[in-house]
């Protein structure tokens, strides 16, 4: 695939970006290495090979949820610019 100039612009107007110079042909450059690298990509025969769904083999090797108090409701409040008894005051960011 050929990587001109009017490609360039339309790529970056769609990203709603500008590039002048150097620059326009420094991504044109990049893209021409990005294309280049999917092509041999595809030159590589993947006959009898199954897809990858997962990574690794691990089945849930999360950690148990274990609910623990780590800090108590007042000392959360102790340094709160604003509090109202057992809450954090907010400014009021939406109007009816």
Known sequence: ?????ELVDHIAHLARLEFEGEKKEAIKADLIKMIDFVDQLNQV???GVEPLIFMTDSINVLREDVAKVTITQEEALKNAPNKDSDYFKIAKVLSK
């Not at 695939?1 to 100039?5: A, R, V």
């Open 45 to 47: 025969d993947t006959e």
């Open 1 to 5: 695939m050929e990587i001109k100039d």
